[in-house]
């Protein structure tokens, strides 16, 4: 943006690269989002420089392309875990395989407190660490001013170059300093804070004209926060007579969600929303389909499908039409979007047919520069109801990622399988299991479909799972994630058949619909972020096995498992037994290493 102080930060591929973007933004300065590759003239004006975390290492054969004149850009620069490893081996250092992989937080002493980086910031840290390699030998010039336990080079400053590295990662939400190192950074480069959602309008007022221009929109609305925001958005800048909204019911919605939107956006004044009962579409394409990527492609197809035959239905010109989107950031960054990310799941509005509308210039996606966070504040900033605002997060495929499916066919590890996992739950006092049913997780900037342990232990604190929780992913690879039981009917789970029907569909609208109204009823539905609710392929006596997963986040790329009083958990699960389940689960990992949703 012309006349705002801008922070560059390279892509490496690191599912956080654009996290980084916003924590900066957050603190008043706008960031755009550069390849390693491009040229040294793109960087003119800039104040800084970060480059990102990536998957890669920096001496494999594809690690992603770089172009070295950026190093010579006279401003300052911070490298983050790759970036900080690419910067040093630029500059004649040396990296290799680190003796212990850190996944998870680990305490950062600093060493040098006479750096400004850290400013205002405690001797001991908690910093979030994601990484296999480490810097092995420092280029000329550098200092090591932070070590953890594991990692003795975990920050480095070259005082003459302008240059900072850090093996951890600041912009994550569990480095609790994270944010203050970041805006030292951020003052380091002389930057004013100037940047606010109130000032980026405009700009995106300006781009929605540009690229519609003479057409009109046709958009789909979940019902969700994005989707809402994005439908008002338009309507605002085109006007309601250019745009049509279509919600598609696919039969994996929450309970009476069609319903609901249909009487909220009407209550707002939007007379130009279509509705359309397509669940017999979706459930017909999903049947027999067990595998999570090939349940996402099915399920964003058969949205085109339908929007298709209902803009035929409507007599709609497509030449005179173009496709709208609620995109944001992470369901670009998680499908792999960026050139050097890896992917860690296909989101429905990212599959091929869409991917060519956006390449063909036929797809307008006005919230895809954005994350959640920027997405509300730009709500607010519309004047959209507070309550709508704040509602949980809800994926376009609804229930549908929150349906696991299964042949109950698929090998699965047993405990006896990981080794030294026996020896670790010993010395550890720990009641529980390895469960026979996989899920998507995010590690080291990489995709894993593993495992969850079953903690059976009645009285451990939260603490005590977030401690467990850690150890065990980042120690046995056959495991992502770690659920704590909050009930269970007698008897061990098996593990069964489980495909996308309207029954299946049913039963976990049951269980969500308890779910939601607990939080209402604590008082606790604006205080967690979101509380997705799963229903494995797991049976106890016959009896369906849930998960609830509530999280605290502000942009989905990172969460914290939110805490819940335990005594009223008690009373939950009483309900939820009641309502025909044979154990509820709560899901205690982090973000990273386990996605929010379970696919």
């Not at 067990?290 to 349940?295: A, S």
């Not at 492609?297 to 949205?303: N, Q, S």
């Not at 016959?542 to 958990?569: G, H, Q, W, Y």
């Amino acid at each position: 943006m012309k006349n705002i102080d801008t922070i560059a930060v390279l892509d490496f591929g690191g599912q956080y690269a654009h996290l980084i973007a916003n924590r900066v933004r957050r603190l008043g300065v706008f960031t755009e989002i550069h390849s390693p590759t491009d040229s040294k003239e793109s960087f003119v004006g800039v104040k800084g420089i970060i480059y990102s975390g990536g998957p890669a290492s920096v001496y494999a054969k594809d690690a992603p392309e770089y172009n070295p004149e950026i190093l010579s850009i006279p401003v300052p620069k911070l490298g983050i875990c790759y970036g900080h490893q690419l910067l040093a081996t630029q500059l004649g250092g040396a990296v290799q395989p680190g003796k212990v992989k850190e996944y998870g937080i680990a305490d950062l002493k600093i060493i040098d407190f006479s750096d400004p980086i850290f400013a205002g910031v405690p001797e001991n840290s908690p910093m979030w660490m994601s990484h296999g390699d480490s810097v092995s030998n420092l280029p000329e010039g550098y200092k090591i001013i932070a070590s953890t336990a594991d990692c003795k080079i975990a920050a480095v400053a070259c005082k003459e170059k302008k240059i900072y590295g850090f093996q951890f990662h600041p912009e994550v939400t569990h480095s609790k300093f994270g944010m203050k190192i970041l805006e030292n950074f951020v003052n380091f480069c002389g930057c004013e804070k100037s940047w606010n959602m109130k000032s980026y309008l405009p700009l995106i007022t300006n781009r929605i004209k540009e690229q519609v221009k003479d057409k009109k929109v046709f958009l789909l609305v979940s019902g969700g926060v994005d989707s809402t925001v994005a439908f008002v958005l338009l309507n605002k800048v085109l006007g309601s007579e250019n745009v049509l909204g279509l919600h598609i019911d696919n039969g994996m919605m929450r309970l009476g969600e069609s319903t609901k939107v249909m009487h909220f956006l009407e209550k707002e004044g939007m007379k130009n929303l279509h509705i359309v009962d397509a669940s017999n579409d979706f459930l017909r394409a999903l049947e027999g389909v067990t595998m999570p990527e090939e349940k996402r492609h099915i399920i964003g197809r058969t949205f085109l499908e339908v929007k298709d035959r209902e803009m035929k239905a409507l007599n709609l010109n497509p030449d005179e039409w173009m496709l709208a989107q609620g995109t944001i950031y992470p369901d670009t960054i998680e499908s792999g979007g960026t050139k050097n990310a890896d992917k860690i799941k296909t989101h429905h509005n990212r599959v091929s047919e869409i991917l060519d509308l956006l390449a063909q210039g036929k797809l307008v996606e006005p919230l895809a520069d954005l994350y959640k966070d920027e997405v509300r504040m730009l709500g607010e900033e519309l004047n959209i109801p507070h309550s709508l605002v704040w509602r949980h997060p809800f994926p376009g495929p609804g229930l549908g990622v929150r349906l696991l499916l299964s042949d109950g066919k698929e090998e699965m590890h047993k405990d006896s399988d990981v080794e030294g996992l026996a020896d670790y739950v010993k010395k550890n006092a720990i009641e529980g299991e390895i469960l026979p049913v996989k899920s998507v997780g995010v590690q080291g900037d990489g995709r894993t479909y593993a495992q969850p342990y079953l903690l059976k232990n009645e009285n451990l604190s939260w603490k005590d799972c977030e401690r467990v929780a850690t150890e065990i992913v980042n120690r046995f690879k056959s495991v992502n994630r770690v659920v704590w039981q909050v009930g269970a009917v007698e008897g061990k789970p098996e593990a069964v058949s489980q495909f996308a029907t309207k029954e299946n569909f049913d039963t976990l609208r049951i269980f969500d619909n308890i779910a939601t109204e607990f939080l209402k009823e604590q008082n606790l539905y604006e205080t967690i972020w979101q509380m997705p609710v799963v229903m494995l392929p797991l049976r106890i006596q016959n009896k369906p096995c849930i998960v609830m997963r509530p999280v605290n986040s502000s942009e989905a790329m990172t969460a914290n498992f939110a805490e819940i009083d335990k005594i009223p958990l008690h009373d939950l699960w009483l309900r939820f037994k009641k309502a025909g389940a044979g154990a509820l689960w709560y899901d205690t990992t982090h973000k990273p290493p386990g996605t929010i949703e379970w696919e």
